[in-house]
């Protein structure tokens, strides 16, 4: 059975997008910005696993066509998000107008990874026994965003987690940003937050704090992650997703928090200057580095 050095689990969502300018139909999704970030640095040794509505599968094929491996599970639905923003980016309302079915052991078994990352959506994609089940096969890390959205009438609500105490113990790296962060912890100092998380077992705790860069928190130290500046925010949708392929993929190659901090920090900076998924190239993520 092949172990892979890193998978993304989860949903490919059909998205509508909004914004002050115009309004864009398009694939998202954790799953779907990881997979095309990392095909721009390297994608060998990538899993993607994803469960798709059977009108949706060309989406998972388009993927397959770019060179990633891709593992499609049926669903009766797609997820179908919809995401308007202000004239601040920061600033997002969401829909959710369909929901596919919850990923379970049974579908996973045979994914096997030395990083496993679940990006999840909404809070009933991943059970507790499904978080446990994954730990034993590798290291895991979770995107708590979905965990903390629940779906009511359609409409997107922030909620605490009510297992965080029991699933964290289970998880190895967990980001989170500066909103998350507080409806997980109750906290709205990051450095306290951070102690907090890790208390409750996570190893490597990534709080992000858009331009106020990010925080790490691992092994009883902090790393201050400088954010580095854009020329012009065209598209937010997808920056955490991104962070975390950078940060995943330095740590898989070996690399510091501190390193694999300002990789992702920079691979941000070049997904926020355009639309749909990270296009850069590991080039020009150094040169943002060295430039700061």
Not at 125 to 143: A, P, R
Request: hydrophobic share 40%; glycine share 8%; net charge negative.
């Amino acid at each position: 059975m092949s172990v892979h050095d890193l998978c993304c689990i989860g949903y490919i969502t059909q998205d509508k997008i909004v914004t002050t300018k115009n309004t864009i139909f398009m694939p998202g999704g954790t799953s779907f910005y990881f997979a095309h970030a990392i095909k721009h640095l390297d994608p060998n040794g990538f899993l993607l696993v994803t469960a798709l509505a059977d009108a949706d599968m060309s989406v998972a094929e388009d993927i397959r066509k770019e060179g990633i491996e891709v593992k499609t599970l049926p669903s009766a639905h797609s997820v179908c998000f919809e995401n308007i923003y202000g004239e601040n980016q920061n600033e997002r309302t969401q829909r959710v107008t369909a929901k596919a079915d919850p990923f379970t052991m049974e579908g996973l078994r045979d994914v096997n990874a030395r990083i496993i990352h679940l990006g999840s959506l909404l809070a009933d994609d991943f059970s507790l026994d499904v978080i446990k089940y994954l730990s034993g096969k590798g290291l895991l890390s979770v995107d708590v965003q979905g965990f903390l959205r629940k779906v009511d009438n359609e409409k997107v609500l922030p909620v605490d987690w009510p297992e965080k105490k029991e699933a964290l113990k289970h998880i190895h790296i967990l980001k989170a940003n500066e909103t998350e962060m507080e409806v997980l912890t109750g906290c709205k100092e990051p450095h306290e937050a951070a102690l907090l998380i890790a208390d409750w077992g996570v190893k490597e705790v990534l709080l992000t704090l858009g331009d106020k860069g990010s925080l790490i928190y691992a092994k009883g130290q902090f790393h201050e992650i400088p954010a580095y500046s854009a020329l012009q925010i065209v598209d937010a949708t997808g920056c955490g997703d991104t962070y975390m392929v950078g940060y995943l993929y330095m740590r898989n190659k070996g690399a510091s928090y501190q390193e694999a901090g300002c990789f992702a920090a920079a691979m941000c900076t070049i997904k926020l200057q355009t639309h749909g998924p990270f296009r850069g190239t590991e080039a020009e993520i150094r040169r943002i580095i060295n430039l700061a």
